[in-house]
């Protein structure tokens, strides 16, 4: 569900837009997008009409889906404190402890005490520090940009009274939303325009918050 996220953001961008800015805005857009695809199979309405589930059946899973969700996102948020921090670090200072400020982010962030010795580069154990440098915080923008998205397709676009988690499925108005507002632009505009032009307001936390961490 997350990569068919990134897909159908990179097949809805419009062939009118110059070929060298046909792509994602920024990872922050494709990659909330991408993730607000990959929460849809743990809401209702993705498991009753698109999974075909028992409603009892799938009331009863939701709940637990969703609170694994919630914590998925939080300790996720939390990863990425360390990412970013450890690789501003890493860049600014190469020549410094970098096992023990590995070792430090992971305690204050993720409550994770160190081994008896930091010598071993276990930083690079994950994986992104190496294959994608700089990228984490994407995630967590991603995140923030799609809970912001979904909050403005319920209170504007289809005005439902529950916003927490909704796959919108056949929801045409939902469709023509994300399409003509979000991927058609391509890389028209910075991803910061992009979500203020679609949503009213630049990137903000508020809505992550309200889906997440209330
Ligand atoms: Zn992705």
Known sequence: MHEIGHAVYDNNIS?????????????ITTEGIAMMFGAMVKSEDWLTKIRRLDPD?????????????????????????????FEH?????????????????????QLLPAPESTDRPDYAAKVHILTTPVYYHSYLMGDLFAAQVQHHIATKVLKPS????????????AGDYLRDQIFAPGNLH????????????????????????R
């Open 15 to 27: 062939r009118d837009v110059p070929f060298l800015l046909r792509e994602a805005s920024h990872s």
């Open 57 to 85: 059946d799938a009331a009863r899973v939701v709940t637990a889906a969703k609170k694994a969700l919630r914590r998925e996102k939080i300790l996720f948020a939390r990863w990425t404190q360390v990412m970013v921090r």
């Open 89 to 109: 670090g890493m860049y600014t200072n190469p020549d410094q402890d970098l096992g023990k400020l590995w070792w430090g982010l992971k305690k204050q962030y």
């Open 162 to 173: 529950d916003h927490k988690i909704t796959a919108f499925v056949g929801d045409t108005k």
């Open 190 to 213: 910075s991803w910061n325009e992009l979500t203020r032009r679609a949503t009213g307001e630049p990137l903000t936390a508020r809505y992550f918050a309200e889906q997440f961490v």
